[in-house]
C-alpha cells in the first residue's frame, strides 16, 4: 500500500479554484521537490498534507485512510521564516512539543517526565548539530542555526514525514549547502518522506528522488480563479544536476515564470 494518494484531489476558497486535479501516489521513503510560480498552491497542498487546510473535493489518503483534518505526531514542518518561539531556549523550544502532548492544558511536565522530554530534545539538538547552543535564545542565533533548531523540533515527536516549506529560502549559498547535507542524512538515518517546497530548480534536483512541477493547464483570462494548477511534470529524479534541456522543455510548456525564477 502506498503511503499517500490523491485522486481528483480540489482545493478552493470560496470561487477561487487554487488546486484541481491531483492524482497521484508516493511511497514511504520518498523526496518529493515541489516547484512552481509563486502563488500556484503549493503551500496550501502542503498546508492539506499537514491537516491545517481541508480538502474540497475528491480524496486524500494516509496510509489507507482520509488524512486527518487536524495536524498529528506523524507529520512535522519547518517554515522559511522562524517557527521557532522566541521566549525560549533551544533546548526548551524543542521541548515543547512534547510538553504539549503530554499537558495540552499547561504546556509544560513535571519530575520523570520531564527529564524523558529533556533527554529525548537533547537527541535531536544533537542530530541537528546545535548541542554547544542548548541555552542559547533565537535572537543569539544565526539564521541557519534557526533552521537548524526549526528542525530539530519539528523531529521531536519521530514523526514519518517531514513537510519542508522553502526551508532553506533566506540562508546564504554556503549555509545552504550544509543544510542540504543535514536534510539529505537525516532522511536516509530517520527514513522519513519528505515533501520540500523550494524555488531552486537546482536544490529541488539535488535533493529530491522525484519533481512536481505545479502549474495551470487550462487558463480563462476573463476569469484568472477559474481554473487551479496542477502536477504538470511528476519525474523521477537521480539526486544529480538538472538536465541542460529542462529550462527549455519546462518553457516550452508555457512554464516561463518558473525557469526564470529558478535558474538564475
Ligand atoms: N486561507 C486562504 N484564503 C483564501 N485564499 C488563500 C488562502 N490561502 C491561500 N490562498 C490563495 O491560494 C493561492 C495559493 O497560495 P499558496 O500560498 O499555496 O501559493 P504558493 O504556490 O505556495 O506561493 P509561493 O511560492 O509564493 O509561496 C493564492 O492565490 C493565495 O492567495
Redesign the pocket.
Known amino acids: 500500500m502506498s503511503l499517500l494518494e490523491a485522486k481528483r484531489l480540489e482545493k478552493h476558497?470560496g470561487g477561487?479554484v487554487?488546486l484541481e486535479g491531483l492524482d497521484f501516489t508516493v511511497d514511504a521513503g520518498e523526496f518529493v521537490t515541489l516547484v512552481?510560480a509563486?502563488?500556484?498552491?503549493?503551500?496550501?497542498?502542503l498546508k492539506m498534507l499537514l491537516g491545517t487546510e481541508r480538502i474540497s473535493s475528491g480524496e486524500f489518503i494516509l496510509d489507507g485512510r482520509p488524512i486527518p483534518d487536524e495536524p498529528g505526531p506523524d507529520r512535522g514542518v519547518v517554515f522559511q521564516k522562524y517557527s521557532v518561539f522566541p521566549h525560549l531556549t533551544v533546548l526548551g523550544n524543542v521541548m515543547i512539543a512534547e510538553e504539549l502532548e503530554q499537558s495540552r492544558l499547561l504546556g509544560k511536565c513535571f519530575g520523570a517526565a520531564r527529564r524523558r522530554a529533556a533527554d529525548k530534545a537533547r537527541e535531536r539538538i544533537a542530530q541537528v548539530g546545535l548541542d554547544q547552543a542548548l541555552a542559547k535564545y533565537p535572537h543569539e542565533l544565526s539564521g541557519g542555526m534557526q533552521q537548524r533548531l526549526a528542525i530539530a523540533q519539528a523531529l521531536m515527536m519521530r514523526p514519518r514525514i517531514l513537510l519542508l516549506d522553502?526551508p532553506f529560502g533566506a540562508l546564504d549559498p554556503g549555509i545552504r549547502q550544509d543544510m542540504h547535507e543535514l536534510i539529505t542524512r537525516l532522511w536516509q538515518e530517520q527514513q522519513l518522506t519528505i515533501f520540500m517546497?523550494t524555488?531552486d530548480l537546482k536544490e529541488a534536483f539535488a535533493l529530491g528522488t522525484r519533481l512536481w512541477v505545479?502549474d495551470k493547464l487550462r487558463h480563462d483570462p476573463q476569469a484568472p480563479e477559474a481554473f487551479g494548477a496542477t502536477i504538470t511534470y511528476d519525474l523521477p529524479i537521480g539526486r544529480h544536476a538538472p538536465p541542460e534541456d529542462l529550462p527549455a522543455h519546462l518553457a516550452a510548456r508555457g512554464i516561463e515564470t518558473l525557469t526564470q525564477e529558478t535558474l538564475i
Do not use: A, L, N, W
Not at 38 to 45: A, D, E, I, N, P
Open positions: 476558497y477561487h487554487v512552481g509563486s502563488g500556484c498552491g503549493k503551500t496550501t497542498f522553502e517546497i524555488h505545479f
